[in-house]
């Protein structure tokens, strides 16, 4: 895991983080028998570096660090080609898979969380705040998750909306302006129908927000803010697990601190909103 998080952040590290970067990658084998201090003397950094390197990969500490790489190096050693998703074999009993599923998903979201630059992450929930109407993009897996955000604003009142097809998203996009906010979904960042609608609203001059995997990719590089999250990937890609509920905990913070900053009016609209949905039910 600790290989992969360092390959997706590679374009975002500076250059003695990359140094840093490097020496862990092709040294796994003996950082876990010495301490942070020592492995500074032997990049020829600082202990500090090395602490806030492994805080920007996603670790909470060096100990956290070391224990995670210790499970990867174990993890590669019992590899096998009946892997079906990231460590879960064909021979796997059902508490098995479920414990690391589990396992991978706590993963995600840890060193999601550990990466947001929260500064960036406030502009964007301002931007949300103050957008006129927002059009969420997203296909295949992502599309699941651009509804759910579609559902949470608008519950509390923004004018939002999602559609499945590149056509219903550019007519949508035909109608709005530079006030407005489009929100694009894509794990890679590299679906092509999501660039090109993507493409269109900067020429628009519209706001882009994007949420994908960490580090460099052909939609964070368009987009005006990037929120990026950490998953292992999977040979079976369709199955989107981790990745999704890393994109999961961004959503419900969005909508949390939305809720925050307008608490008596949102209330009042979530409260409407269960009355009339009660109406219907009954």
Do not use: P
Request: net charge positive.
């Amino acid at each position: 895991m600790i290989e992969n998080i360092i390959k997706s952040m590679k374009n975002n590290l500076s250059e003695s983080e990359k140094i840093i970067a490097t020496y862990i990658v092709k040294n796994k084998n003996v950082i876990g028998e010495i301490t942070s201090t020592e492995l500074a003397k032997k990049i020829g950094v600082s202990q500090s570096s090395i602490i806030k390197f492994i805080k920007k990969i996603g670790f909470s500490g060096y100990i956290a660090f070391k224990l995670q790489l210790e499970r990867d190096l174990e993890n590669k050693k019992s590899s096998s080609k009946n892997k079906i998703h990231s460590d879960i074999d064909l021979e796997d009993s059902l508490e098995e898979v479920t414990k690391k599923t589990l396992a991978e998903t706590i993963e995600a979201l840890n060193s999601t969380v550990g990466v947001i630059d929260y500064k960036n992450f406030e502009t964007i929930i301002e931007k949300i705040r103050e957008s006129g109407r927002i059009l969420i993009i997203g296909a295949g897996m992502s599309s699941i998750v651009a509804r759910d955000l579609e559902l949470k604003l608008m519950k509390i009142k923004i004018d939002t909306v999602h559609y499945d097809s590149k056509q219903m998203q550019l007519m949508k996009l035909s109608t709005m302006n530079e006030k407005d906010l489009v929100i694009a979904i894509s794990h890679r960042g590299e679906t092509q129908e999501v660039l090109d609608v993507v493409k269109i609203a900067k020429d628009m001059k519209i706001c882009v927000v994007s949420i994908t995997s960490i580090g460099k990719n052909s939609l964070s590089s368009l987009s005006d803010y990037n929120i990026g999250v950490v998953s292992k990937e999977s040979i079976l890609r369709s199955s989107a697990i981790s990745s999704r509920m890393a994109q999961m905990i961004i959503l419900d913070s969005i909508f949390l601190r939305l809720m925050q900053k307008d608490y008596r009016k949102v209330k009042k609209y979530i409260e409407k909103s269960k009355k009339i949905v009660g109406w219907v039910e009954k």
